[in-house]
């Protein structure tokens, strides 16, 4: 296609509806259209870029054995209820109900989908191990949006979910995912921090986040020379726990 018939318009104003010097640039630039606080329109050349990130992960994720699927965005309200979450999400589920009055919420995270699937298909550890992911859009209620594109009411982000025989196998994988993440970050150009971080509503005894420093963001991190970061988040949970406090 000719640049001449690309769907593209260009503004040197900075957008009344930015809230965000990453938003501002991708409006200016023809990137993305902003539809309401949090949701946003990806135009021709925004999602070029977003499907090549997708091709990046894709590539990640097969390397080291995941298998891509892609689960529904509806979840019947038992489904959250089973694991007690339908009331307890942080932010929010977005809710809605049926023609027929049953009850439904917006996927923010497919833990419940992805056990509901394994439950019925897999009845030996034969089977295991394995990992499925998917990309898929997501929805969060949140109470306002920020951080441009990365903490919005819709989005799209890839989550994976392995099963194992036993701890130890868990643990080697993790370790697999792990430098397949950095692998992503770097093939993308971004020097990422691994540190620990909190678990939240997702639940879980570890959990780690990656982190890009940036001028503007939301999270403070504390990285030690031996090795050691932490989300800053993570430190004042510690600081302030009974134990630490005794």
Same mark, same amino acid.
């Given at each position: 296609? $000719?640049?001449?018939?690309?769907?593209?318009?260009?503004?040197?104003?900075?957008?009344? +509806?930015?809230?965000?010097?990453?938003?501002?640039?991708?409006?200016?630039?023809?990137?993305?259209? @902003?539809?309401?606080? &949090?949701? !946003?329109?990806?135009?021709?050349?925004?999602?070029?870029?977003?499907?090549?990130?997708? #091709?990046?992960?894709?590539?990640? *994720?097969?390397?080291?054995?995941?298998?891509?699927?892609?689960?529904?965005?509806?979840?019947?309200?038992?489904?959250?209820?089973?694991?007690?979450?339908?009331? @307890? *999400?942080? =932010?929010?589920?977005?809710?809605? @109900?049926?023609?027929?009055?049953?009850?439904?919420?917006? &996927?923010?995270?497919?833990?419940?989908?992805?056990?509901?699937?394994?439950?019925?298909?897999?009845?030996?550890?034969?089977?295991?191990?394995?990992?499925?992911?998917?990309?898929?859009?997501?929805?969060?209620?949140?109470?306002?949006?920020?951080?441009?594109?990365?903490?919005?009411? +819709?989005?799209? *982000?890839?989550?994976?979910?392995?099963?194992?025989?036993?701890? $130890?196998?868990?643990?080697? !994988? !993790?370790?697999?995912?792990?430098?397949? !993440?950095? #692998?992503?970050?770097?093939?993308?150009?971004?020097?990422?921090?691994?540190?620990?971080?909190? =678990?939240?509503?997702? &639940? &879980? @005894?570890?959990?780690?986040?990656?982190?890009?420093?940036?001028?503007?963001?939301?999270?403070?991190?504390?990285?030690?020379?031996?090795?050691?970061?932490?989300?800053?988040?993570?430190?004042?949970?510690?600081?302030?726990?009974?134990?630490?406090?005794?």
């Amino acid at each position: 296609m $000719k640049e001449s018939e690309l769907f593209l318009k260009t503004s040197k104003e900075r957008p009344k +509806e930015a809230d965000n010097v990453s938003v501002e640039l991708l409006i200016r630039a023809g990137f993305i259209d @902003k539809l309401a606080a &949090g949701i !946003y329109t990806f135009l021709p050349l925004g999602l070029r870029v977003l499907r090549k990130i997708e #091709n990046i992960i894709r590539e990640e *994720m097969n390397g080291i054995d995941g298998e891509e699927i892609l689960m529904p965005v509806l979840h019947p309200r038992a489904l959250w209820e089973e694991t007690d979450r339908w009331d @307890k *999400m942080d =932010p929010p589920l977005f809710k809605l @109900k049926d023609r027929h009055n049953r009850e439904y919420g917006l &996927g923010s995270t497919h833990e419940e989908v992805i056990s509901q699937i394994v439950r019925r298909r897999i009845d030996s550890y034969k089977y295991l191990p394995f990992m499925l992911y998917q990309i898929q859009d997501k929805f969060r209620n949140e109470m306002r949006s920020t951080g441009g594109l990365l903490r919005t009411r +819709e989005f799209l *982000m890839k989550d994976a979910y392995s099963f194992h025989t036993d701890l $130890k196998d868990l643990q080697n !994988y !993790y370790l697999k995912v792990t430098k397949a !993440y950095l #692998n992503i970050f770097e093939s993308m150009g971004l020097e990422a921090i691994q540190v620990e971080a909190s =678990p939240g509503t997702i &639940g &879980g @005894k570890i959990s780690h986040e990656f982190m890009v420093v940036s001028p503007t963001g939301e999270d403070n991190i504390v990285v030690c020379e031996c090795g050691f970061g932490s989300n800053e988040e993570v430190i004042w949970v510690i600081k302030n726990a009974p134990s630490a406090r005794a």
